[in-house]
């Protein structure tokens, strides 16, 4: 991937957190979500706004993980934190907004969770994080065996608990909500991005098939001698593995060369060589 890409990438994902903490998850009060969600619940006091609050723990735990993590840390994490927190505090300057856009908070979570949700998965996917309690997880792992999944998970269901004494049941009930579909829905887009088809081809003739694969589809494949169990007859296995576009077309084809192949395919999101990705 070149730098240019990469660094839109980060760009367009950490703005798009931005956006959806800023005019979904703020003026509706949701509490879930580390920084962001504490940032809420300490905004409710009216000393501070929590873009700014969120800007300041963040500048802070980027000193922490500079210190105790080294330079090495700074890099991505640094530029993602830092855009994510001034975007949400110039948000607050440029287009401040005291209420929700409407009147259907279902709506507002929904976006509240699926946009920062989008945004954090294409970080975690490129290899890269918005910074917040990821940091406190960072400085954890290094000098401790600490279960921090574990820990964040509960960190953040007391920020999210605290939204029902601080607001109202209500709030508090979408929050939970909110929480509990948030980590899924990260999860779900990952493995969208990076899914791809595992393809099991059980034929008579696998030369046509193979040479498909590697000079049409610029991929490679793998065969094996089989037997069939019922017809008792030599039989050859082609295993490949491809992404979605290019397995349309090596099904189509198979379905016009081969209508006698047998075709097993899977879908699966982690597949780690050349081609796809590195260890």
């Known amino acids: 991937m070149s730098k240019v890409k990469y660094f839109t990438m980060l760009t367009f994902s950490t703005l798009l957190i931005a956006v959806g903490t800023y005019f979904f998850k703020f003026t509706n009060n949701f509490t879930f979500g580390g920084i962001t969600g504490l940032a809420v619940l300490v905004a409710k006091t009216g000393v ?10 963040s500048m802070v735990l980027l000193v922490i993980g500079l210190i105790i993590l080294g330079k090495n840390f700074a890099a991505k994490t640094a530029y993602c934190s830092i855009l994510l927190s001034v975007a949400l505090s110039a948000l607050e300057r440029i287009c401040p907004i005291s209420a929700p856009f409407t009147d259907q908070p279902m709506l507002e979570l929904c976006y509240a969770i699926a946009l920062p949700a989008l945004g954090s998965a294409i970080l975690f996917n490129i ?18 065996s600490f279960d921090i999944g574990r820990a964040l998970m509960v960190s953040d269901a007391l920020i999210t608990g605290a939204g029902f004494f601080i607001f109202d049941i209500e709030t508090g009930l979408y929050s939970l909500l909110g929480l509990a579909i948030r980590s899924f829905m990260i999860d779900t887009f990952i493995e969208s991005f990076n899914l791809s088809k595992y393809f099991n081809v059980v034929c008579d003739h696998p030369e046509p098939i193979c040479d498909f694969i590697v000079h049409t589809l610029h991929r490679s494949a793998s065969v094996c001698d089989a037997k069939g169990a019922y017809s008792g007859k030599n039989k050859y296995i082609i295993f490949t593995a491809l992404n979605r576009v290019q397995a349309v077309r090596l099904r189509n084809y198979i379905r016009t060369t081969d209508p006698k192949a047998f075709i097993l395919i899977s879908n699966t999101s982690e597949i780690i060589g050349k081609g796809f990705h590195s260890v």
């Open 127 to 144: 290899g890269a994080s918005s910074g917040g309690t990821d940091i406190i997880a960072m400085i954890l792992k290094k000098y401790s």
């Open 48 to 57: 501070i706004s929590a873009g700014d609050f969120n800007l300041i723990m």
